[in-house]
Each structure stands twice: as structure tokens, then as C-alpha cells.
């Protein structure tokens, strides 16, 4: 299965620290995207990396990826209560038409 | 600006009952089509997609059915329902993977989802 799988399941911080989340997959992809899920609610797009990128910014999250290993990792800086949510990541094949995503990592963010 | 809909936003049904949810995208033209269904706590699971109208992709053997009967709607059927179907339901799109002649990486869009509770 080209499906990701996140590590660690759960994940509970205090706000303001950093919240660093693991990724890893089993094929050769185009791209690994990560998305947020509030709790009974659909997912939201963070952030993409191309296969051909290592590393990407945007606002508070820090993404990176190694091909080599098979992995990713995000990482969200100075955490907030507001960042208590569950993250997945998403492999999406190069055929561009289908996304596997992960089980998924919940954090908390107690403030 | 897009917007993509499901409903219903939340269903109880009996163990036999069929099933039909529906999921309906706006602002654009000829989405790509996707179907998940998420166990409580669980991550996704793809179980059909569709890169145009009758162009429908099953991922896993289940009970379940798809159909694409307009460019920007897509169905989720059940002649039967079996408890195992309990589940949210999400619903995604998006846009082709090709724009002249070369793909293009994209992102997914989701609805507001279903919760399917099978009794």
C-alpha cells in the first residue's frame, strides 16, 4: 500500500512548544501534502512538498522531506490551543488522481 | 470562489436500508472526484474516485457503489447497508491534473462530511 503513516498517534504539548510530527510511505510519489481535521469536521489543506523539494515554510509550519527514508516531517513552532487538532499526511501518486493519507496524528495543545 | 457540499450532515439507518449521500461542487469545471470513508479515530480510506462523468475508479471491493451522473456531482450508494458501513463520510475534489498537457501537482478540497450510523 503507497498509504502514509503517522507517528506518533497522539501528542500532547503545552502552548508555545513545538509539535513535530513523522510521516512514512512505501512508493515513489509527486507529492506528500499535509492536512488538518477538526474534530467532526472535514480536512484542510496545509501544506505541499514536491518530491524534488526538501524543506518548505509556511507561517509556523515547517515541512520537510526525505525520499531516500520515505519520509516527512511538519513541524508547527511555538504552538497555540488553537492548533489542537488532528494532522494527516497524504501521498498523492503521479498519476495525480489519487491521495493515500495516514491514520493520523492527534495533538493537543493545552494552553 | 469553489465550494463543494454534502448531505446529509449526519443519518441513523437500519442494518438492509439503502443508502445515497451526495456531494456537489461549485466554481469549477471538471473536478477530479473523491469518496473517503474515516472509522472513529481512524485515518482515511479512498473508496472511489473519478476523473470525469462515467470515469469512476473503485479502490476497495466493498458494498458500496459511485456514480458521477452530472460533471460536479458525485453519489455514494448502498443498495444494502451493513453495520461495518458506520463511518464519516467525506467527500473531496480536486482540480484536473493537467493543465496543458502537463500534470500539475494539486491539493484536495473536502466537504463538511456525513456520519453514517448503521443500527
Known amino acids: 500500500s503507497q498509504q502514509g503513516e503517522e507517528d506518533p498517534q497522539a501528542l500532547s504539548i503545552q502552548e508555545g512548544e513545538n509539535a513535530t510530527m513523522n510521516c512514512s510511505y512505501k512508493?515513489?510519489?509527486?507529492?506528500l501534502q499535509w492536512y488538518r481535521q477538526n474534530s467532526g469536521r472535514g480536512l484542510v489543506h496545509l501544506i505541499l512538498i514536491r518530491s524534488n523539494e526538501r524543506e518548505k515554510h509556511s507561517g509556523r509550519l515547517r515541512v520537510t522531506l526525505d525520499t531516500s527514508k520515505k519520509s516527512s516531517s511538519l513541524l508547527i513552532t511555538a504552538s497555540r490551543a488553537a492548533d489542537t487538532a488532528s494532522y494527516f499526511c497524504?501521498?498523492?501518486?503521479?498519476?495525480?488522481?489519487?491521495?493515500?493519507f495516514g491514520s493520523g496524528t492527534k495533538l493537543n495543545v493545552k494552553p | 470562489s469553489q465550494t463543494i457540499h454534502q448531505w446529509p450532515a449526519t443519518l441513523v439507518q437500519p442494518v438492509g436500508s439503502p443508502l445515497s449521500l451526495e456531494c456537489t461542487v461549485e466554481g469549477t469545471s471538471n473536478p477530479n472526484l473523491y469518496w473517503y470513508r474515516q472509522a472513529a479515530g481512524r485515518g482515511l480510506q479512498l473508496l472511489f474516485y473519478?476523473?470525469?462523468?462515467?470515469?469512476i475508479s473503485s479502490e476497495v471491493p466493498q458494498n458500496l457503489s459511485a456514480s458521477r451522473p452530472q460533471d460536479r456531482q458525485f453519489i455514494l450508494s448502498s443498495k444494502k447497508l451493513l453495520l461495518s458501513d458506520s463511518g464519516f463520510y467525506l467527500c473531496?475534489?480536486?482540480?484536473?491534473?493537467?493543465?496543458?498537457?502537463?500534470?500539475?501537482?494539486?491539493?484536495?478540497?473536502f466537504g463538511p462530511g456525513t456520519r453514517l450510523t448503521v443500527l
Open positions: 473531496a475534489w480536486s482540480p484536473p491534473g493537467l493543465a496543458g498537457g502537463r500534470a500539475l501537482p494539486n491539493e484536495q478540497f
Open positions: 512508493t515513489s510519489i509527486n507529492n
Open positions: 473519478s476523473i470525469g462523468i462515467d470515469q
Open positions: 497524504a501521498t498523492v501518486s503521479y498519476n495525480f488522481n489519487k491521495f493515500y
